[in-house]
């Protein structure tokens, strides 16, 4: 069976063809038939916040997010309150903790707001984990059924860089909102007038950071344990700024519907963005979510409107005239991208359109990328330098350059 041939359940939800997904984020020809741990596409992405009430507030209204189910002492669960948000094919879990002894308390102190899960959708639960531990992974959960009037769910977990886990989801006998535990939930929060639809369709890929000498363990573990390929590797001047560098290899899954870049820092004459996200995380985790949308510039416009602040860039940027030859005709005007800050890059493919936020929580860590693919595959390489500058800059305005 080719898996780019078939929708997930959240883009049939969503009202995706395989077109659209095509551009969206990239999507390739795959037969997974031989693949031993076949990764049918995202799942959801497992948020721990301090205050999950607010963060999904902030969800839905600086990111058009739609609550569809809840869980917390409403529904039983003494230990954590859950907000199921969706938007195209795209699900956030924001869960915090009520009791003060559960577990995501003592997550939240050691790494703030962030992603803890980025859980993955499969055919064959056993299967993949049968295959992950035989190949030296850490099985946090054993494969297990979760049942209520909705159907079943099987799941199991593995643990990844840091304490980020991927837990592996079958819900193909399960009709219920989100898991066994929760109910469906809607949201009394109105859209502003003529707001879109929604800001983006789906999850283009996660970035994780990790520490010094760990980025090829990683990329080695998805690529032993998961199947994942190699993607684009980046290293030395092609990322580099004159204060700090870092090195970046993107792995994904056979189709390309998940990819996860994974950086490391580097040496350089200042302490560079990865090394502070390390501090002020306690230790990898994720960096960013890459959201896929087909009108970045509607998104951003959307999100500026409900105080979303974004990177600045630099007028120089959009002046310069090697940009202007290397980008040719793209299909948003180039004074309209320098009105929003939005960066250009073009490869052989084709090229993306890309913005970055600032840093969303109160810590300088986890934030979003919006990204417009037309073609092209990659990550806007062309455009590091210019986004590392900018977040320097970012770290020099903390005090932590």
């Known amino acids: 069976m080719s898996l780019n041939r ?3 359940d959240e883009e049939r939800l969503a009202r995706l063809d395989l077109d659209q997904l095509r551009q969206l984020v990239g999507l390739v020809e795959y037969d997974d038939s031989a693949d031993p741990f076949p990764v049918s596409g995202w799942d959801a992405l497992v948020w721990v916040a301090g205050n999950a009430l607010q963060t ?3 969800l839905q209204s600086a990111l058009g997010m739609e609550l569809v189910a809840y869980t917390g002492p409403e529904t039983g669960n003494r230990d954590h309150h859950g907000y199921v948000l969706r938007s195209g094919a795209a699900r956030f879990v924001v869960t915090g903790a009520y009791s003060p002894s559960s577990e995501l308390a003592d997550h939240h102190r050691r790494h703030g707001d962030g992603v803890r899960d980025v859980a993955l959708t499969v055919p064959d639960v056993d299967r993949c984990v049968a295959h992950a531990r035989a190949q030296g992974a850490t099985v946090l959960e054993e494969p297990h059924d979760l049942s209520d009037e909705h159907g079943t769910v099987r799941l199991a977990a593995i643990a990844t860089y840091g304490e980020t886990r991927h837990t592996l989801v079958d819900r ?10 929760y109910v469906a939930r809607t949201s009394s929060h109105v859209k502003r007038p003529g707001a879109p639809r929604r800001l983006f369709q789906a999850v283009d890929h996660v970035v994780g950071n990790v520490e010094l000498g760990a980025m090829d363990t990683w990329v080695g573990f998805y690529n032993r344990v998961m199947g994942f390929t190699n993607m684009a590797e980046f290293i030395g001047d092609d990322i580099a700024t004159d204060y700090s560098a870092l090195m970046s290899k993107v792995v994904a899954n056979g189709n390309h519907r998940v990819k996860f870049p994974l950086n490391e820092p580097a040496v350089g004459t200042k302490r560079s963005q990865i090394d502070e996200y390390l501090e002020y995380h306690g230790g990898p985790g994720v960096q960013h979510v890459a959201l896929a949308t087909d009108d970045i510039v509607g998104a951003v416009d959307a999100m500026v409107a409900e105080g979303v602040e974004f990177l600045p860039t630099p007028d120089s940027y959009y002046e310069d005239p ?5 980008i040719g005709e793209v299909r948003v005007p180039v004074a309209e991208l320098q009105r929003r800050g939005i960066l250009v ?7 993306l359109l890309q913005i970055f936020t600032r840093p ?3 810590r300088p860590t986890v934030f979003f990328e919006l990204i417009e693919r037309h073609g092209s595959l990659g ?3 062309g455009n590091f330098k210019a986004l590392f500058e900018a977040i320097e800059r970012e770290q020099e305005r903390r005090g932590n350059s």
């Open 6 to 8: 078939t929708l997930t």
């Open 56 to 58: 999904a507030h902030f």
């Open 172 to 181: 193909s006998r399960y009709t219920g909102s989100y898991l066994p535990g």
């Open 322 to 326: 090697e940009l202007r030859a290397r």
């Open 345 to 351: 890059d073009r490869d052989e493919d084709g090229y």
């Open 360 to 362: 969303t929580g109160d």
């Open 379 to 381: 990550f806007g390489k």
